[in-house]
Antibody, heavy 120, light 107 residues
Framework: EVQLVESGGGLVQPGESLRLSCAASGFTFRNYWMSWVRQAPGKGLEWVANIKPDGTEKYYVDSVEGRFTISRDNAKNSLYLQMNSLRVEDTAVYYC??????????????WGQGTLVTVS | DIQMTQSPSSLSASVGDRVTITCRASRGIRNDLGWYQQKPGKAPKRLIYAASTLQSGVPSRFSGSGSGTQFTLTISSLQPEDFATYYCLQHNSYPITFGQGTRLEIK
């Protein structure tokens, strides 16, 4: 059974840093793109970042470029999001998601339960 | 960036109704589109990928269609468990973008 379990959320002040983690199990982690997606309270979903299976390619939404860094440790089956210079508008539930890419399509097929980051 | 315009933003319907939700892309995205269902306090769940492929385990009353810039999600006969918020998502190019969501409520 695929499982994604996020941790590391909490309350921080503007300008501070936080590191989120996602522990993956039930699949061969090193073979998959992975993602972070967030949802501000009462708002819609926003993709944040993607990372290639070997970690050599990373993509970010403009609003976090230069402040957030996505990374992974395939030996530990873990995904990370280092968040620096946090802003009030970064307040959201952050989901770890598997980005499943086949020869014809990609999409987020499994999601974690989310971890809440509050910047205030 | 590709903008995804989803409509309607909210919808009231009854059990047994047929419901259609539309997503329009600001430029062509082939069939690089998925549909997700989210219930309050829960993570999103994939329903449809590649515009029309039903996720394994999802009831056949859900269907997706479209290509290019216009896409639809249809629920053929609403069930009580279908009342939720639905999102479309394009992954044709970065940044990956979601529609703003459609909240489906019980009439």
């Amino acid at each position: 059974e695929v499982q994604l379990v996020e941790s590391g959320g909490g309350l921080v002040q503007p300008g501070e840093s936080l590191r989120l983690s996602c522990a993956a199990s039930g699949f061969t982690f090193r073979n998959y793109w992975m993602s972070w997606v967030r949802q501000a309270p009462g708002k819609g979903l926003e993709w944040v970042a993607n990372i290639k299976p070997d970690g050599t390619e990373k993509y970010y939404v403009d609003s976090v470029e230069g402040r957030f860094t996505i990374s992974r440790d395939n030996a530990k089956n873990s995904l990370y999001l280092q968040m620096n210079s946090l802003r009030v508008e970064d307040t959201a539930v952050y989901y770890c998601a598997r980005y499943d890419c086949t020869s014809t399509s990609c999409s987020f097929d499994y999601w974690g339960q989310g971890t809440l980051v509050t910047v205030s | 960036d590709i903008q995804m315009t989803q409509s309607p933003s909210s919808l009231s319907a009854s059990v047994g109704d047929r419901v259609t939700i539309t997503c329009r892309a600001s430029r062509g995205i082939r069939n690089d589109l998925g549909w997700y269902q989210q219930k309050p306090g829960k993570a999103p769940k994939r329903l449809i990928y590649a515009a029309s492929t039903l996720q394994s385990g999802v009831p056949s009353r859900f269907s997706g269609s479209g290509s290019g810039t216009q896409f639809t999600l249809t629920i053929s006969s609403l069930q009580p468990e279908d009342f939720a918020t639905y999102y479309c998502l394009q992954h044709n190019s970065y940044p990956i973008t979601f529609g703003q969501g459609t909240r489906l409520e019980i009439k």
